[in-house]
C-alpha cells in the first residue's frame, strides 16, 4: 500500500490553538510538507512574526526567530545576508507584511533578497480581535469599522502581489487560496517553487495564500469559511502567478 | 614603542569593530556619523563581511537583530531621532537576550533638533528607552583613543553578557581627528563559540531565538534573569576614570567631551590651590554609584557636567545619597561648558575660598 499522505513528522504532537475553520494550520502543514519534500530542514531558518501564528515555532520543529511585528522581513534579510547558504522564511500576516511592515516588505523584494515569504492574507488584524487591515474587502464589517469598509473612510484593499510584481527584482510572486483540495494541491505547488527560487539563488518567493478568519467573520463552520474565500476574497484578490523567475519562464 | 595614528572617532569605531570580528553592519544615513556608515560599506564587502543600507533605523535594528541570532557580531549606529525609532527592537533584543552592539553619535534634540554635540540621550540610553525593565550596557568614550576600545570591549561584553551594548559618544568625539595608539584598534579577547546560533535544526537539535515567552510565569522568570543578570554585570563591569581625585576636597563629574573640559579646568584650579578632581564614568549604565558614594563621605560639594539639562545629575545625587551638596553646570541643545566657564563656576561656588 501507497502512502498517500501524512502528517510531516516534524509537525511537533501540539494542539493547534487556532480556532476551527482557521487557515493557519492548513500552511503550516503545506510549509513542513514542502520543507520536507526539498530536504533542507537542517538549513532552515524561519522568522515568526507577530499575529495569530506568533507562536508557529510552538508546532514546527524548526529553528526559528521571533520578529516584532512588521519587522519579520528585515530580520530575514539580516540572517539571510549573514549566510547566504542557509534558507531562510517568513510567517506574516497580512497586517504585518502589509500594514506595519509596507516597508520592509517593498524593500527587501525591492533589494532583491533570497528568501521565502509566507503571506497569509485573511483580511484581518485576527490576533488583536478583527479590527481592519489592509486587505479588508470592500464592505467587510470589522470592529473599528462596523459598517463596513468603504473607500471614502478609509481607501480600497491594497491587492499586494500586484504591487510587488511592479518592482524589477527577480523572484516568484503567487496568490493561492486555502478553499478547495485542488486550490490547496495549487497553492503547495507554488510553495514549493517560492523556496525552489531562494534555493537556486535566483531570488526571493512571495506566496500570498488566500484564508479566513471564520471567528471575526463570525461564521459558523469551517465550511462556511472555505465557502467564503472562494465566494468573497478570490473575487478581490486573483489567484495566479504574477512573476516567474528566468528558470521557470517558457522559452 | 607601539605605532600611532590619526584618526577620525567613527572611523576608529568602525574600524575597530570589523576588527573584533562583526561581520554584518545595518544601517540607515543620519548627521553626525554618517561617516561610520560610509565605512562600513566600503569596508566590510572587501573583508568578508555584509554591509546592507537600510529603508529605515527600524530595519536597520531588525536586520542586526536577524544576523545577530544566527550568532555573528553584528551593529548598527545612528544619532539621537534614529535611536529613538529603534527603541521597541532594542528592548526585543535585551529579551531576546541577544548580543549586539548600536553607536549612538548623540547630537542636539528634542525633536530632530540640530546636529550640535549633546549628551540628551543618556536617560534614553541608562534608563530603558524602550518598553520594559531591561538595561544595555552603556560605555561612553571621551576621545578617539577610547572610540576603539571601548568598541571592541562591547562586542566582548555583549557576548560574555548576552545583551546589547551601546557606545554613546557625542558629535565632538565622532567628528574628532586624534592620534591614536593603533593597538587600541585591536581586540583584546577571543570571540566566544554561539552553540545557541539559529542556523538550522543540528543532530536533532533545534535553536530557537524567542522573544516573547510562552506562559504568564515565564515573563516573570525571564525579568528575573535579566535583573540577576544586570546585577552581575553591574558588580564585574561598572568603569570608571579617576583623575586628581584622591586628595580633592571639590569632585567635578563628567562623562565624555565635558570630562576633557573638567580635566582642563582641574588643572588650571589646582594651579590656583583649589583640590579639585574628576570622576569619570566610563560605563554610565552600569553606574559607579559606589566611588561617588565614598569620595561623598569626604569632599565639600559635587559638580556634576553634562551637555543635557542634568540627566545624569539624578544618578550623582543618588549616589551621593544627601551627604554633600551636589551642583550642575551645563545645558541641552548644543550649549558647551568650556574650562574657563567650569572654573568660574567653581570659584564662584568656593565664594572666593580656596579649599
Ligand atoms: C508594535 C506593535 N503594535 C501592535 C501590536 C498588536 N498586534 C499584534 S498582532 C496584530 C495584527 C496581526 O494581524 P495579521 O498580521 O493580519 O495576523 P493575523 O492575526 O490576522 O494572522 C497587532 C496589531 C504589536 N504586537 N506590536
Ligand atoms: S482569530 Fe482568526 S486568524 Fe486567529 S486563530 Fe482564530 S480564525 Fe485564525
Ligand atoms: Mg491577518
Redesign the pocket.
Same mark, same amino acid.
Given at each position: 500500500m501507497t502512502e498517500l499522505y501524512k502528517r510531516p513528522d516534524f509537525i511537533l504532537d501540539e494542539p493547534f490553538t487556532y480556532c476551527p475553520g482557521c487557515s493557519?494550520g492548513i500552511v503550516h502543514r503545506l510549509l513542513c510538507e514542502v520543507i520536507d519534500e526539498l530536504g533542507i530542514r537542517g538549513d532552515t531558518v524561519g522568522i515568526c512574526? *507577530? /499575529?495569530? $501564528? !506568533?507562536r508557529i515555532w510552538n508546532f514546527i520543529e524548526l529553528d526559528f526567530i521571533q520578529a516584532?511585528?512588521?519587522r519579520a522581513l528585515a530580520f530575514a534579510t539580516g540572517a539571510k545576508r549573514a549566510n547566504p547558504d542557509k534558507c531562510i522564511f517568513t510567517y506574516? /500576516?497580512? /497586517?504585518? $507584511?502589509m500594514? *506595519?511592515g509596507t516597508a520592509e516588505t517593498i524593500h527587501a523584494i525591492a533589494r532583491g533578497e533570497k528568501v521565502t515569504v509566507l503571506f !497569509? @492574507? @485573511?483580511t484581518?488584524? /485576527? $490576533?488583536?480581535g478583527g479590527?481592519l $487591515?489592509p486587505?479588508t474587502l470592500p464592505g467587510q464589517k470589522t470592529t473599528t469599522y462596523p459598517e463596513g469598509r468603504t473607500a471614502d473612510r478609509i481607501g480600497n484593499p491594497i491587492r499586494t502581489c500586484e504591487l510587488l510584481s511592479t518592482l524589477d527584482s527577480e523572484g516568484y510572486i503567487a496568490r493561492v487560496a486555502l478553499d478547495t483540495p485542488a486550490h490547496i494541491r495549487q497553492a503547495k505547488a507554488a510553495l514549493k517553487k517560492a523556496f525552489q527560487t531562494q534555493l537556486s539563488g535566483e531570488g526571493y518567493g512571495f506566496v500570498e495564500f488566500l484564508g479566513c478568519?471564520p471567528s471575526n467573520l463570525k461564521l459558523n463552520s469551517p465550511v462556511e469559511a472555505w465557502e467564503w474565500i472562494g465566494n468573497h476574497s478570490s473575487k478581490y484578490f486573483p489567484l495566479g502567478e504574477f512573476k516567474l523567475p528566468r528558470s521557470m519562464q517558457e522559452v | 614603542m607601539s605605532k600611532r595614528t590619526l584618526m577620525k572617532g567613527t572611523v576608529a569605531i568602525g574600524e575597530a569593530a570589523i576588527r573584533a570580528g562583526c561581520r554584518n553592519y545595518f544601517g540607515y544615513p543620519i548627521t553626525p556619523q554618517s561617516e561610520l556608515l560610509e565605512y562600513m560599506a566600503e569596508q566590510l564587502p572587501k573583508r568578508g563581511g555584509v554591509f546592507v543600507q537600510s529603508e529605515s533605523e527600524l530595519a536597520g535594528i531588525s536586520m542586526v537583530h536577524g544576523a545577530a541570532a544566527t550568532g555573528q557580531r553584528s551593529m548598527t549606529s545612528s544619532s539621537s531621532p534614529g535611536i529613538s525609532l529603534m527603541q521597541?527592537e532594542i528592548s526585543t533584543i535585551a529579551s531576546a537576550e541577544l548580543p549586539v552592539v548600536i553607536v549612538n553619535v548623540t547630537r542636539g534634540s528634542p525633536g530632530l533638533g540640530r546636529i550640535t554635540p549633546a549628551q540628551s540621550d543618556y536617560n534614553q540610553a541608562c534608563k530603558g528607552g524602550g518598553q520594559g525593565d531591561y538595561k544595555l550596557i552603556v560605555l561612553t568614550p571621551a576621545s578617539v583613543q577610547e572610540m576603539a576600545e571601548l568598541t571592541s570591549l562591547a562586542f566582548h561584553l555583549a557576548d560574555k553578557y548576552m545583551t546589547p551594548a551601546m557606545i554613546l559618544g557625542d558629535a565632538f568625539a565622532g567628528q574628532m581627528m586624534e592620534s591614536i595608539d593603533e593597538e587600541a584598534l585591536n581586540p583584546k579577547f577571543e570571540e566566544p563559540e554561539k552553540p545557541w546560533a539559529a542556523t538550522g535544526v543540528k543532530d536533532g537539535k533545534r535553536h530557537m531565538v524567542l522573544t516573547a515567552p510562552f506562559t504568564d510565569a515565564e515573563l516573570i522568570t525571564l525579568n528575573e534573569r535579566l535583573q540577576a543578570k544586570y546585577r552581575l554585570i553591574a558588580e564585574n563591569e561598572t568603569r570608571w576614570e579617576e583623575y586628581r581625585a584622591e586628595d580633592a576636597d571639590i569632585l567635578l563629574v563628567a562623562f565624555g567631551t565635558p570630562s576633557r573640559f573638567a580635566k582642563a579646568a582641574i588643572n588650571s584650579l589646582r594651579d590656583d590651590g583649589y583640590r579639585v578632581g574628576l570622576i569619570r564614568p566610563i560605563t554610565v549604565c552600569p553606574y559607579p554609584y559606589q566611588v561617588i558614594n565614598e569620595y561623598a563621605k569626604h569632599v565639600s560639594f559635587f559638580l556634576d557636567i553634562e551637555m543635557n539639562e542634568g540627566q545624569m545629575l539624578e544618578d550623582v545625587r543618588l549616589a551621593v545619597n544627601g551627604q554633600c551638596p551636589v551642583h550642575f553646570l551645563g545645558g541641552g541643545g548644543g550649549k558647551l561648558t568650556p574650562p574657563d566657564v567650569i572654573v568660574a563656576h567653581v570659584k564662584e561656588l568656593c565664594g572666593g575660598d580656596k579649599i
Open positions: 493557519h512574526s *507577530i /499575529g495569530c $501564528a !506568533v516584532t511585528h512588521g506574516q /500576516g497580512d /497586517g504585518d $507584511a500594514s *506595519i !497569509v @492574507n @485573511n484581518y488584524f /485576527g $490576533a488583536t479590527q $487591515a486587505t478568519c | 521597541e
